[in-house]
């Protein structure tokens, strides 16, 4: 009788073992995922405070108000900013949905701020419009310190 409890208990722990290392190395993996994440949206972050965004494209939107010339967009960018996002888009389900959501909110309002905000864009340099990016700057800051504290790294915030 002895032999058979012995039997199931081993093929209990037999079993258990390989499962319960698995669950962690998916926990590894998606701690990895989001923190790898979180490091290029902290940057993304620290970039848009350095530039002070949400405040310039309401100077912007100002300045379009009063009827001065725009000497230029507060921001122009043209490179692509979003590698890591775009190299870790196929295993965000490993996020989970709700934090996934929040990760590809973030990105799609920095994309759409970066789309409207290229000089060759069509984009029209009217108050509203730049108010509406002054928001978006300030939503997508809001979006990233949240994800930044899901990670656990927003105290590496330096601006």
Same mark, same amino acid.
């Given at each position: 009788?002895? !032999? ?7 093929? =209990?722990?037999? /079993? ?10 998916? =926990? #590894?993996? $998606?701690?990895?995922?989001?923190? &790898? ?7 993304? =972050?620290?970039?848009?405070?350095? *530039? ?13 108000? +009063? /009827? *001065? +010339? ?12 979003? +590698?890591?996002?775009?190299?870790? /888009?196929? #295993? ?15 990105? +799609? ?5 970066? !789309?409207?905000?290229? &000089? !060759? ?6 108050? *509203? ?8 700057? *300030?939503?997508?800051?809001?979006? /990233?310190?949240?994800?930044? $504290? ?10």
């Amino acid at each position: 009788m002895s !032999e058979i409890i012995a039997a199931l208990l081993g093929t =209990c722990v037999g /079993g258990l073992f390989p499962y319960w290392s698995q669950k962690q190395e998916r =926990c #590894r993996q $998606k701690e990895a995922i989001l923190c &790898s994440l979180a490091a290029e949206i902290l940057a993304i =972050c620290n970039f848009i405070r350095m *530039q002070h965004l949400p405040l310039r494209y309401a100077a912007a939107a100002d300045c379009v108000d +009063t /009827g *001065q +010339t725009l000497k230029h967009m507060p921001l122009d960018a043209k490179y692509n900013y979003f +590698t890591v996002f775009e190299a870790l /888009g196929p #295993r965000l389900g490993e996020l989970g949905g709700e934090v996934a959501a929040k990760v590809v909110t973030f990105y +799609t309002h920095m994309k759409l701020i970066l !789309e409207t905000s290229r &000089s !060759e864009s069509h984009f029209r340099p009217s108050a *509203q419009n730049f108010r509406y990016l002054s928001h978006m700057s *300030q939503v997508v800051l809001d979006a /990233g310190d949240e994800i930044c $504290k899901l990670a656990k790294i927003d105290h590496l915030r330096h601006v």
